[in-house]
Structures are given as structure tokens and as C-alpha cells.
């Protein structure tokens, strides 16, 4: 006899009583998790059928149904990918599993739902590197973290593939929605209120996904860390020898690019491509969303521009230093004065000299520092501006500048480049990665703490504020997040954006 959600939902309640491992019933079938006191966790479930063989290059699928309890205790698979920054390799292409942590504690009303989009250059990461058990706990929420495909099995394209060419990754995100939408209930989630956040490729995916006619409905809210969809950068802007470019790209493009390494690779069709091993085509370089298909009919940047975006309330920040990160990659560290104006050069050519006058090394403390500050303020917080300035036009928006500039960094940093606030650095404020508490002093703590308090008052009302909270007022004012400084601060002023729209 089947058994209602809501039967099952007293069931959980009295087996968490007795200190035994949760069950649930999904859609397709019951999952069994893992009980502490204080939070239910489940892993590893799988809201799409794995897209290998014919599936591979294919919108995603429902999973097969299962009849007997799964183990949810661990993650799945993440999907193919090389080695990212603290992430593994992996050749798995059955990877299509999310991760559900809560409160343990019963509600009697449904809890907010945020649904993590990781980041990673949209070719690694998986949604169980984050632990948002602080966030479920700090906001009484449930939190749901998500795999996508990646790289060339995200994201290519080819003739072949018509109007699905390089989505897919995207549409998987769609999926693990939909299944939220489906599921929620019985999570003891609201599947009315839910909330789509990402940092960095998960935030330029959480915007990509407000401009997707077909998105409409899944989510209610979304926050975006680091990543505008009007980004685009000069030569160098983003990493060592990447040339001039933006983030979506036409249909027509990826697909002649898919077709030619596929001929490269002795396959004239998309028959024989999904013949071929992971390892032989895991190098292929597709990293960047397509438009003119389905799922992005135009580029998210120019819809953001018309206003064509769903009409939800948004969070959306960077982080004080993001080109730290990124400047941290380049090669014959540390950079020299020569080298930095080089780059100059190569950025922005018979203009180099003018931004050299703007940022001299000696006032950013090193060449390395300024090259990396010219690039936070032009690919990053300039284009933030942009984008803040096209939401809050036409819905409500809450716009942050995370600026502790003694955060912990998710790398090792060279000599002549301080981390700073550096992109991805707010991550540790709000969850654990890799498993790891970052060390984290009394006053970030609190800051931390605060955060969680913003981004839960916001996936619960659309409003970050709330009951002794710091006033944050909607955008086009920025609230600075600091431990020393929390409050408005003249942001497109502290990134020479009026500079930057002049040259």
C-alpha cells in the first residue's frame, strides 16, 4: 500500500525520536539518510537518469524508479572533469545526484528551500564539496546542493544537437529544480518558496537560469555570488593567455567549434562522439553556455539589458578583490613591473598607459596587486554595476560588496599578490568546503554568522532584512560586509567605474 508524504512525514518524525536513520519517499523511490542531533541529511540521490550512452549530449531524463530503501548516506559521483582548484578528477559520467541537509528538529509550517549551484569554471566542482550545514541550522532552512554536467559533456556543441547545443549543463539545473519542485514537501521543504544561489560559474548560472523561458516557476528568489551575467573581460582578464571575450556564446559558434574537434577526433557525427571514452575527449575546451537554443533563447547579458528576466527578488555581490585569484595563476611569479605593463598592453593597447596612470603599482602595493585590481574593477565590478543597475530597474534588489580582506583564501597565493577578499572568499562564511572549517577569528565569526542571517531573511521573505540585523537598503545602494564595516558603501566610486565607462 502506498504511503501518502505526509504519513511518511510523521514516520520520519518518530524514527528521528527513536535516534535511527531517517527514510524519506521521493518520487521515485524511498532514500534513507543520516540522523544527528541536530540535522537530517541525505546524499547522493539522483534526479536524473545518467546520461551516458545515448543520453550522453541529451536533455536530462527522470531516474529510474527504485521500490527497495537506498542509501543516502554518502555523495554520488561528481561528473567528468580534470583537476580543479581543491577538486579531484573524475571520469564519471553518471553524476546527475543531489545532496538535501535540514534542521532535525520538526516544523509545522514548511521551511525555505535553497537550491546551491557550485562554481568552478563551469568544468569542475561538485554540489557535495559545500557543507551548508550552518546555513540549514543558522536559518532554519533546507538546503539542497546539486551536480551538473561539466566541461565538454556540459557544454558542447555540435550540428548535430540542434537547439539542445551547449546547455546541458544547464538543463540539468533545470532538473534538479523541477525535482526540487516535486520533492520539497517531503524534506519538510516549501516548494512555493525556493531560492536558486550560486558563486561564481553557479552564480553566472543562476542568472542565465532568470532569463530561461523555461525556468518560469522553479525558483521564487535567487542570490548571485560572483557572477553577472553581463561579465566580459580583455585579453588576460580572467586567466593567463585566455584572449578577449564574454561569457555566452552563439549556438552557431559552439557548434561549428564542436564539429571541428570532433573531425579532429576522426568522428563526422555525434553518433561516433558518444562512441568515444571519457578520458578521450575530457580535454576538449567547451566552457561557456550557448544561446539561441531552447533553454537561453537570447544572450542572458542582452536580456538582462532589455529587461527580459524573470521578475523575482535578487541578492547580488562580489567580493572586494576578485581578480586576486585569478591574477594568482599566472605564470614567472612574482609579476614584475615589466610584465605588468605588458599585460597592460596586451589588454588594452594604445590605452595601456592610461590605465597604467590610473593604477600605479606603487599604490596597490605591488605590479601584481595592481593587475590584478585593474581586472577586479573592469571584469568584475564594473560589469556588477551594470548588472545591478538593469535588476533594480525592474524588480527588488539587494546588492553586497564581501569585503574582508583577511578571509581565508582558497589557495596558496605568490609572492607580490595579497589575497585580499578574493573571488570566492565569502564561501567559507556561509559553508564548509571539502569537509573543512576554515579558521575563522571571533570577529569573522560574527560576520558569518550575519551572513547566514541575510541570506536565510532573504530565501524566507525576499527581504535580507530582519530583527537587529544591520539595516540594508535595496539597491542602487551596496552594503559592505566586513568584520570591521557593515553598511552602505560608494561602490561603483571604490571601483573607478566611471573611469573604466569612459575609456
Given at each position: 500500500?502506498?504511503?501518502s508524504?505526509?504519513?511518511?512525514?510523521?514516520?520520519?518524525?518518530?524514527?528521528?525520536?527513536?535516534?535511527?536513520?531517517?527514510?524519506?519517499?521521493?518520487?521515485?523511490?524511498?532514500?534513507?539518510?543520516?540522523?544527528?542531533?541536530?540535522?537530517?541529511?541525505?546524499q547522493?540521490?539522483p534526479?536524473?537518469?545518467p546520461?551516458?550512452?545515448e543520453?550522453?549530449?541529451?536533455?536530462?531524463?527522470?531516474?529510474?524508479?527504485?521500490?527497495?530503501?537506498?542509501?543516502?548516506?554518502?555523495?554520488g559521483?561528481?561528473?567528468a572533469?580534470?583537476?580543479?582548484?581543491?577538486?579531484?578528477?573524475?571520469?564519471d559520467?553518471?553524476?546527475?545526484?543531489?545532496?538535501?541537509?535540514?534542521?532535525?528538529?520538526?516544523?509545522?509550517?514548511?521551511?525555505?528551500?535553497?537550491?546551491?549551484?557550485?562554481?568552478?569554471?563551469?568544468?569542475?566542482?561538485?554540489?557535495?564539496?559545500?557543507?551548508?550545514?550552518?546555513?540549514?541550522?543558522g536559518?532554519?532552512?533546507?538546503?539542497?546542493?546539486?551536480?551538473?554536467?561539466?566541461?565538454v559533456?556540459?557544454?558542447?556543441?555540435h550540428?548535430?544537437?540542434?537547439?539542445?547545443?551547449g546547455?546541458f549543463?544547464?538543463?540539468?539545473?533545470?532538473?534538479?529544480?523541477r525535482?526540487?519542485?516535486?520533492?520539497?514537501?517531503?524534506?519538510?521543504?516549501?516548494?512555493?518558496?525556493?531560492?536558486?544561489?550560486?558563486?561564481s560559474?553557479g552564480?553566472?548560472?543562476?542568472?542565465?537560469?532568470?532569463?530561461?523561458?523555461s525556468?518560469a516557476?522553479?525558483?521564487?528568489?535567487?542570490?548571485?555570488?560572483?557572477?553577472?551575467c553581463?561579465?566580459?573581460?580583455?585579453?588576460?582578464?580572467i586567466?593567463?593567455?585566455?584572449?578577449?571575450?564574454?561569457?555566452?556564446q552563439?549556438?552557431?559558434?559552439?557548434?561549428?567549434?564542436?564539429?571541428a574537434e570532433?573531425?579532429?577526433?576522426?568522428?563526422?557525427?555525434?553518433?561516433?562522439?558518444?562512441?568515444?571514452?571519457?578520458?578521450?575527449?575530457l580535454?576538449?575546451p567547451?566552457?561557456a553556455?550557448?544561446?539561441?537554443t531552447?533553454?537561453?533563447?537570447?544572450?542572458?547579458?542582452?536580456?538582462?539589458?532589455?529587461?527580459?528576466?524573470?521578475?523575482?527578488?535578487?541578492?547580488?555581490?562580489?567580493?572586494?578583490?576578485?581578480?586576486?585569484?585569478?591574477?594568482?595563476?599566472?605564470?614567472?611569479?612574482?609579476?614584475?613591473?615589466?610584465?605588468?605593463?605588458?599585460l597592460?598592453?596586451?589588454?588594452?593597447?594604445?590605452?595601456a598607459?592610461?590605465?597604467?596612470?590610473?593604477y600605479?603599482?606603487?599604490?596597490?602595493?605591488?605590479?601584481?596587486?595592481?593587475f590584478?585590481?585593474?581586472?577586479?574593477d573592469r571584469?568584475?565590478?564594473?560589469?556588477?554595476?551594470?548588472a545591478?543597475?538593469?535588476?533594480?530597474?525592474?524588480?527588488?534588489?539587494?546588492?553586497?560588496?564581501?569585503?574582508?580582506?583577511g578571509?581565508?583564501?582558497?589557495?596558496?597565493?605568490?609572492?607580490?599578490?595579497?589575497?585580499g577578499?578574493?573571488h570566492?572568499s565569502?564561501?567559507?562564511?556561509?559553508?564548509?568546503?571539502?569537509?573543512?572549517?576554515?579558521?575563522?577569528?571571533?570577529?569573522?565569526?560574527?560576520?558569518?554568522?550575519?551572513?547566514?542571517?541575510?541570506w536565510?531573511?532573504f530565501?524566507?521573505?525576499?527581504d535580507p532584512?530582519?530583527?537587529?540585523?544591520?539595516?540594508?537598503?535595496?539597491?542602487?545602494?551596496?552594503?559592505?560586509?566586513?568584520?570591521d564595516?557593515?553598511?552602505?558603501?560608494?561602490?561603483?566610486?571604490?571601483?573607478?567605474?566611471?573611469?573604466?565607462?569612459?575609456?
Amino acid at each position: 500500500m502506498a504511503m501518502s508524504v505526509l504519513t511518511l512525514g510523521a514516520l520520519t518524525t518518530s524514527v528521528a525520536e527513536a535516534g535511527e536513520s531517517p527514510v524519506v519517499r521521493t518520487d521515485s523511490g524511498p532514500v534513507r539518510g543520516v540522523l544527528t542531533s541536530e540535522y537530517r541529511s541525505f546524499q547522493g540521490i539522483p534526479f536524473a537518469a545518467p546520461p551516458v550512452g545515448e543520453l550522453r549530449w541529451a536533455p536530462p531524463q527522470r531516474p529510474r524508479p527504485w521500490t527497495a530503501v537506498r542509501d543516502a548516506s554518502k555523495p554520488g559521483p561528481r561528473c567528468a572533469q580534470g583537476e580543479g582548484i581543491g577538486s579531484p578528477s573524475s571520469v564519471d559520467e553518471d553524476c546527475l545526484y543531489l545532496n538535501v541537509i535540514s534542521p532535525a528538529k520538526p516544523t509545522p509550517r514548511p521551511r525555505p528551500v535553497l537550491v546551491w549551484v557550485h562554481g568552478g569554471g563551469f568544468t569542475s566542482g561538485a554540489g557535495s564539496d559545500y557543507d551548508f550545514e550552518r546555513l540549514a541550522l543558522g536559518g532554519d532552512v533546507v538546503v539542497v546542493t546539486v551536480n551538473y554536467r561539466l566541461g565538454v559533456f556540459g557544454f558542447f556543441g555540435h550540428p548535430g544537437l540542434g537547439r539542445d547545443s551547449g546547455v546541458f549543463g544547464l538543463q540539468d539545473q533545470q532538473a534538479a529544480l523541477r525535482w526540487v519542485q516535486r520533492n520539497a514537501r517531503a524534506f519538510g521543504g516549501d516548494p512555493r518558496n525556493v531560492t536558486l544561489f550560486g558563486e561564481s560559474a553557479g552564480g553566472m548560472s543562476t542568472c542565465a537560469q532568470l532569463t530561461s523561458p523555461s525556468a518560469a516557476g522553479l525558483f521564487s528568489r535567487a542570490i548571485i555570488q560572483s557572477g553577472p551575467c553581463t561579465i566580459d573581460w580583455p585579453a588576460n582578464g580572467i586567466f593567463p593567455g585566455a584572449p578577449e571575450g564574454k561569457l555566452f556564446q552563439r549556438r552557431s559558434d559552439v557548434e561549428a567549434f564542436g564539429d571541428a574537434e570532433g573531425q579532429k577526433l576522426g568522428c563526422a557525427d555525434v553518433e561516433c562522439l558518444r562512441r568515444l571514452p571519457v578520458d578521450a575527449l575530457l580535454p576538449l575546451p567547451f566552457n561557456a553556455p550557448a544561446f539561441d537554443t531552447r533553454l537561453l533563447p537570447t544572450d542572458p547579458a542582452e536580456a538582462f539589458r532589455a529587461g527580459r528576466f524573470a521578475k523575482v527578488p535578487v541578492m547580488t555581490g562580489t567580493t572586494r578583490d576578485e581578480g586576486r585569484l585569478f591574477a594568482a595563476f599566472f605564470p614567472d611569479q612574482p609579476i614584475t613591473e615589466a610584465r605588468y605593463q605588458q599585460l597592460l598592453r596586451d589588454a588594452f593597447g594604445d590605452k595601456a598607459s592610461v590605465v597604467a596612470a590610473k593604477y600605479p603599482s606603487a599604490a596597490h602595493g605591488s605590479p601584481g596587486n595592481a593587475f590584478a585590481d585593474v581586472m577586479t574593477d573592469r571584469v568584475w565590478a564594473c560589469s556588477e554595476v551594470e548588472a545591478q543597475r538593469h535588476l533594480a530597474a525592474r524588480t527588488r534588489t539587494f546588492a553586497y560588496e564581501f569585503a574582508d580582506r583577511g578571509a581565508p583564501s582558497l589557495i596558496p597565493f605568490p609572492p607580490g599578490i595579497d589575497p585580499g577578499a578574493s573571488h570566492g572568499s565569502e564561501l567559507a562564511y556561509l559553508s564548509e568546503l571539502g569537509g573543512s572549517p576554515a579558521k575563522l577569528t571571533p570577529a569573522q565569526q560574527k560576520l558569518a554568522a550575519l551572513m547566514i542571517q541575510y541570506w536565510t531573511r532573504f530565501a524566507r521573505t525576499g527581504d535580507p532584512n530582519g530583527e537587529a540585523l544591520p539595516k540594508w537598503r535595496p539597491a542602487p545602494k551596496v552594503q559592505s560586509l566586513a568584520p570591521d564595516r557593515i553598511g552602505p558603501v560608494d561602490y561603483a566610486a571604490e571601483h573607478n567605474c566611471g573611469f573604466w565607462a569612459k575609456l
